[in-house]
């Protein structure tokens, strides 16, 4: 008797799936439920006409033994092993497991683009304490790079396959681009900490441990104040899977494989968005992100004012000057709610941070004041530069989402749709947002019109 053997794709879930055939046996009995197999226990017998083809007597389903896949049983009547390697890449993310700063962190497996096979994951099961010692050998990694290596615990994750066990050039960069866009969007819903480990890519062995072929490693450079509490949380992981799909079609590919020159308001303010957070001195990461400001708004700095706050305060300038630079799940339970002198709006960040932008694109001394401490939700004080930091983020990163959210991404194709949907959608060209902003100074208080005033700081 000819008997098929079965198992699900994802042995968390052995009774459940997408299910792939092991194999093909050749038996004198059929199995029974609980019997072993040398695949591992019989878990179920689909009824007649399910997971079963011509010339076979009976499919099973086993409860996946990883280790019994390294070689063929005698009963098989297959030739040769399937000739197929899972393969693996996977970026860290920053999960407070442990819930010191949130109650809600991930648990479990979330799939995030089905299509792709794409999850956010714990991965920490199939790395070992020794899964990188060949590389801290021979290639003399930091003991801190080790550890973060060894550390990863959730992470984005894509599993594909092979057709053998080296590298396939076309495959390995499709899933590093996969993982990187979701890396990127990620990074804009929820800019966190970021370990010394990068890009990881490698096997699932037969064990299912991981066997690592590449990696990145770096130097982690730090994120601005009221970031360094971040973590990924559920409602994050659900924003993401909202839009991603959106966000990948900002990179469309011509036949020749390069990217077209569709979105790139969008694109070029997510790469400058991005790179900055691994440049550690300031003026140098500062300087992306007021490009990448410009990049979604436009470069005159009167337009670009008025359309920030009439993008955060839905069309009404006054709101949108306003509105606080944190969110209430920035700032720890404990702190919140926070007092107003610790709090900063974007009617005082906004023009501060052109103030100090003009003085560095001219090759002008900063003046000193931007330097000061001013309050903070998370402590007494903290340097200007600083808020300033988590202004220009805070605009960037919300920009962004809000376009892929609300659709607006085909109005932002080029620099000339940009303008338009900023005409067309809020009715600010450059003589209209002046005279708008004057129309703003009339509606604000005298403090709102000091703190505003004030910006060398």
């Given at each position: 008797?000819?008997i098929?053997?079965?198992?699900?794709v994802?042995?968390?879930?052995?009774?459940?799936?997408?299910?792939?055939?092991?194999?093909?046996?050749?038996?004198?009995?059929?199995?029974?439920v609980?019997?072993?197999?040398?695949y591992?226990?019989?878990?179920?017998?689909?009824?007649?006409?399910?997971?079963?083809?011509?010339?076979?007597?009976?499919?099973?389903?086993?409860?996946r033994?990883?280790?019994?896949?390294?070689?063929?049983?005698e009963?098989?009547?297959?030739?040769?092993?399937?000739?197929s390697?899972?393969?693996?890449?996977?970026?860290?993310?920053h999960?407070?497991?442990?819930?010191?700063?949130?109650?809600?962190?991930?648990?479990?497996?979330?799939?995030?683009?089905?299509?792709?096979?794409l999850?956010?994951e714990?991965?920490?099961?199939?790395?070992?304490?020794?899964?990188?010692?060949?590389?801290?050998?021979?290639?003399?990694?930091?003991k801190?790079?080790?550890?973060?290596?060894?550390?990863v615990t959730?992470?984005?994750?894509h599993?594909?396959?092979?057709?053998?066990?080296?590298?396939?050039?076309?495959l390995?960069?499709?899933?590093?681009?996969?993982?990187?866009?979701a890396?990127?969007?990620l990074?804009?819903?929820?800019?966190?900490?970021?370990?010394?480990a990068g890009n990881?890519?490698?096997l699932?062995?037969?064990?299912?441990?991981f066997?690592p072929?590449?990696?990145?490693a770096?130097?982690?450079?730090?994120?601005?104040?009221?970031?360094?509490?971040?973590?990924?949380?559920?409602?994050d992981?659900e924003?993401?899977?909202?839009?991603?799909p959106?966000f990948?079609k900002?990179?469309?590919?011509?036949?020749?494989?390069t990217?077209?020159?569709?979105?790139?308001p969008?694109?070029?303010?997510?790469?400058?968005y991005?790179?900055?957070?691994a440049?550690?001195?300031?003026?140098a990461?500062?300087?992306?992100w007021?490009?990448?400001?410009?990049?979604?708004?436009?470069?005159?700095?009167?337009?670009?004012?008025?359309?920030?706050?009439a993008a955060?305060?839905?069309k009404?300038?006054?709101?949108?000057?306003r509105?606080?630079?944190?969110e209430?799940?920035?700032i720890?339970?404990?702190?919140?709610?926070?007092?107003?002198?610790?709090?900063?709006?974007?009617?005082?960040?906004?023009?501060?941070?052109?103030a100090?932008?003009?003085?560095?694109?001219?090759?002008?001394?900063?003046?000193?004041?931007?330097f000061?401490?001013?309050?903070?939700?998370?402590?007494?004080?903290?340097?200007?530069?600083?808020?300033?930091?988590?202004?220009?983020?805070?605009?960037?990163?919300?920009?962004?989402i809000?376009?892929?959210?609300r659709?607006f991404?085909?109005?932002?194709?080029d620099?000339?749709?940009?303008d338009?949907?900023?005409?067309?959608?809020?009715g600010?060209?450059?003589?209209?947002?002046?005279?708008?902003?004057?129309?703003?100074?009339?509606?604000?208080?005298?403090?709102?019109?000091?703190?505003?005033?004030?910006?060398?700081?």
């Open positions: 008797m000819r098929n053997i079965w198992a699900s994802n042995p968390e879930f052995p009774e459940h799936g997408t299910y792939e055939m092991l194999d093909v046996l050749e038996k004198e009995a059929l199995y029974a609980g019997d072993a197999t040398p591992g226990e019989v878990i179920g017998i689909p009824p007649p006409g399910a997971l079963s083809e011509e010339g076979v007597d009976q499919s099973v389903i086993v409860r033994n990883p280790a019994s896949l390294t070689a063929r049983p009963e098989s009547v297959l030739h040769k092993p399937p000739y390697y899972d393969k693996i890449e996977f970026f860290p993310i999960v407070d497991r442990y819930g010191y700063w949130t109650t809600n962190p991930p648990k479990g497996t979330y799939q995030i683009l089905n299509a792709e096979n999850t956010i714990d991965v920490s099961y199939i790395i070992k304490p020794n899964t990188f010692s060949v590389w801290a050998r021979d290639c003399s990694l930091s801190a790079t080790v550890s973060a290596l060894q550390g959730y992470a984005i994750v599993r594909y396959t092979t057709n053998n066990s080296d590298r396939d050039a076309k390995d960069s499709h899933s590093t681009e996969l993982v990187n866009m890396v990127a969007c990074s804009l819903i929820r800019p966190t900490r970021r370990s010394r990881m890519r490698g699932i062995k037969a064990d299912g441990m066997d072929q590449d990696f990145n770096h130097d982690p450079a730090e994120v601005p104040e009221v970031q360094k509490l971040f973590t990924i949380e559920n409602q992981i924003l993401l899977r909202s839009v991603l959106e990948i900002l990179y469309q590919r011509e036949m020749t494989g990217l077209t020159d569709d979105y790139e969008i694109r070029m303010a997510v790469q400058l991005e790179q900055a957070y440049i550690h001195h300031w003026k990461r500062h300087i992306l007021w490009s990448a400001i410009e990049a979604l708004y436009g470069n005159n700095e009167c337009a670009a004012t008025a359309r920030i706050y955060f305060g839905d009404k300038l006054v709101d949108g000057f509105r606080s630079i944190y209430k799940r920035d720890p339970s404990q702190r919140f709610p926070v007092e107003p002198q610790n709090t900063h709006t974007l009617g005082e960040m906004v023009p501060r941070i052109y100090v932008r003009n003085a560095s694109a001219h090759g002008q001394k900063v003046p000193n004041p931007n000061t401490q001013v309050p903070h939700p998370l402590g007494a004080t903290a340097p200007l530069i600083d808020v300033l930091a988590e202004a220009a983020t805070f605009i960037i990163r919300k920009t962004v809000g376009i892929l959210q659709g991404r085909e109005d932002f194709k620099r000339e749709t940009r338009r949907f900023w005409l067309m959608e809020y600010l060209d450059k003589h209209q947002s002046k005279k708008r902003m004057r129309e703003l100074e009339e509606r604000l208080t005298p403090e709102e019109k000091s703190a505003k005033g004030d910006t060398n700081g």
